[in-house]
């Protein structure tokens, strides 16, 4: 029988001996395989002396028609600052709360990540990051935000070769400088500009703990977006502060009881950022040279923004259960200035922008287009009108309310919304005419020829239709909703500015005036009553089939605004009329449009002598297009069209 071999040393080694050889043969292979696996990560890192030269997105920045900031695209930069340029609270709480080793540690920091390891496990959840400021900026710079292996320990490579090449300093002052703070702002010194209205060199404590607690996540604690949020952020830098003993106890209390951040600005809509979002891509064909960093002078009125915003807040948190879900509002000057435009109950939520991009049906806030025609063809709102059942083919209207009063005067009729009289009056205006009449009046959606026209079967946009009433208000003049008054550089340079033009008449201006007229009587006797108030006012409600579209749209001397309420889905309201929530909405917010504004007639607009005013329509539409075709900066290229968002145009 064979004897049993035993593992026993060689003569000569020891137990000893061979753990060594063993340590050392798996130290040596370990050492190639983890050569190979740094150069593998290494190969395509960047050069870090990119640190100086990094390139970056130049910036728009949008300005209010008082020259406020409201909005900001692309990558802003503020001034470069040193160490010794700003508050030496605001390092000190970066390094507290982001990197309290940063002057210890050599780019990686393996006890802050051990610390941050065990909070990790002890909490159940990530709690606290072990990453350094080294390896923040190495990502910031040069590395993408995956969150992958590879890119982990490019990270940590990255780091090792930061510190060895610059200076702990010079490594925090790239870091405050190019650190991304919220908003499109990167750098200390642009958030404080764009948070505090001041430079970085200017902060107190409580704003440079401000500024370090937006380094966890910029756009949840940005002061801008939840003013009560940031300020608890920033408690807890302080406490880091202390704890790490920057700042006393009493220096903390000083700063949580300085004055109180602004509220957070009412309304969903994003103070204007649907408005900043309509215009950001007309701005490019108007400056025509390389990439810069502009500044826009636009139309937007603050105070009627936040009006119209919190308006239709208002609204639809009161609406009672009518499964309404959305809205859209416009307001423009008689020059066609846009002052306030809402594209949606939260901008934060949906960007879907329903005042310029979807296609709604007006219902019967198209009606007036249909008797200004008519009016052009020799109507006048004393002529007899029959409201009785019609049948014209397959198609025969009914009345919203059900009823037939028999023969009503032109003016009854349209104050009342009376249907089968607006398809009565679209026949003797011709289908022709009336098409026509809208395009001089500046609708360019598609219209069919059919007789639903007469009750807005065809689908337009809110801001178009906006602006065909702006154009009755302006008495027959064309009106082009603008935005953009002047695009300057940010060394003042002027590199576009609209220039007055004198708009053409495309409207027969008398019969703009008996439009008017007719219009005031919706609004002072008619389904426009709750619009009444304690001036002029000229207005239309629509509502189109199965309440899946509400509106009303009017105007007093100094504006006119469209209202729109409905669902992206195109679902059913439950029983919402033109007259009842829009026109409710119109009002509440219009009276606080007008609030210390002189009263002035509506006639006050129209311009009783225009040269040829019997011209007819079709030919004033030309006029239109010509106007619209051949007017710099007057209107840009409208965007593209959208059906509860979809492009369909």
Not at 226 to 253: C, F, N, S, W
Not at 417 to 430: D, E, K, W
């Amino acid at each position: 029988m064979p004897k049993k071999h035993r593992l026993t040393p060689h003569r000569g080694d020891s137990w000893t001996l061979i753990f060594f050889k063993t340590f050392l043969l798996g130290l040596i292979w370990g050492s190639v395989a983890l050569g190979f696996l740094i150069v593998w990560y290494a190969y395509d890192l960047p050069d870090i002396h990119q640190i100086a030269q990094w390139q970056r997105r130049p910036s728009i920045t949008m300005l209010a028609d008082d020259g406020t900031v409201f909005a900001r695209y692309g990558d802003l930069y503020g001034d470069r600052v040193g160490l010794n340029d700003v508050p030496k609270y605001l390092p000190e709480a970066i390094i507290s709360i982001e990197d309290r080793r940063f002057y210890h540690h050599f780019g990686i920091d393996p006890l802050g990540m051990l610390r941050a390891a065990f909070r990790d496990v002890a909490a159940r959840h990530v709690v606290q990051g072990g990453s350094t400021l080294t390896q923040q900026l190495a990502k910031n710079l040069f590395l993408t935000p995956e969150r992958t292996l590879r890119r982990k320990v490019q990270e940590m490579l990255l780091a090792l070769w930061l510190e060895h090449t610059y200076t702990k300093d010079e490594i925090l002052t790239a870091y405050l400088n190019r650190v991304y703070l919220g908003a499109g702002t990167y750098g200390v010194d642009a958030a404080a500009h764009t948070y505090f209205g001041k430079s970085a060199r200017d902060m107190d404590l409580r704003e440079c703990a401000i500024i370090a607690g937006l380094l966890r996540a910029p756009s949840r604690f940005a002061p801008s977006h939840d003013p009560a949020q940031a300020m608890e952020r920033a408690h807890t830098v302080l406490d880091a502060m202390v704890e790490a003993g920057y700042i006393t106890k009493k220096d903390e209390v000083a700063a949580l009881n300085s004055p109180p951040l602004p509220e957070k600005k009412p309304g969903g809509g994003g103070d204007g950022l649907y408005f900043a979002d309509w215009i950001a891509d007309q701005i490019a064909p108007l400056v025509q040279d390389q990439p810069q960093d502009l500044v826009v002078q636009t139309t937007l009125d603050v105070r009627l923004q936040r009006a119209a915003e919190r308006h239709v807040d208002s609204t639809l948190d009161k609406q009672d259960n009518r499964d309404v879900s959305q809205a859209a509002l416009i307001t423009l000057a008689p020059d066609g200035a846009i002052k306030a435009l809402v594209g949606g109950r939260d901008y934060r939520s949906s960007q879907f922008d329903r005042a310029t991009q979807a296609l709604r049906q007006p219902g019967s806030a198209f009606k007036p287009i249909v008797y200004l025609a008519a009016i052009e063809q020799g109507m006048t709102p004393d002529d007899m009108i029959l409201d009785a059942p019609i049948t014209i083919g397959d198609y025969s209207p009914e009345n919203f309310d059900g009823k037939f009063r028999g023969m009503i005067t032109a003016r009854e009729a349209l104050a009342e919304s009376v249907n089968t009289a607006a398809v009565r009056v679209l026949q003797r205006a011709g289908i022709d005419n009336a098409i026509a009449a809208a395009r001089a009046l500046g609708i360019s959606s598609p219209l069919d020829r059919n007789m639903s026209l007469a009750l807005g079967s065809s689908v337009v946009t809110p801001i178009e239709l906006t602006a065909a009433y702006a154009s009755i208000a302006a008495g027959g003049r064309a009106v082009t909703p603008y935005a953009i008054k002047e695009v300057s550089n940010r060394n003042g340079d002027i590199l576009f500015r609209r220039t007055e033009v004198n708009a053409p008449v495309t409207v027969d201006s008398n019969a703009v005036a008996t439009l008017t007229n007719m219009l005031e009587e919706v609004v002072r006797s008619g389904t426009g009553k709750r619009a009444t108030l304690d001036r002029m006012v000229a207005g239309k409600t629509g509502t189109s089939s199965d309440y899946r579209d509400a509106w009303f749209l009017g105007f007093t001397s100094d504006y006119t605004t469209g209202v729109w309420l409905g669902n992206d889905n195109d679902a059913p309201m439950k029983k919402v009329t033109g007259g009842s929530l829009p026109a409710g909405l119109w009002h509440d917010y219009m009276v606080e449009a007008e609030e210390g504004r002189p009263e002035q007639g509506l006639s006050d607009n129209v311009t009783s002598s225009v040269g040829s005013t019997g011209a007819a329509t079709e030919s004033l539409s030309h006029a239109f297009t010509s106007f619209i075709n051949n007017v710099v900066g007057g209107g840009p290229t409208p965007p593209p069209v959208y059906k509860n968002g979809v492009q369909i145009q």
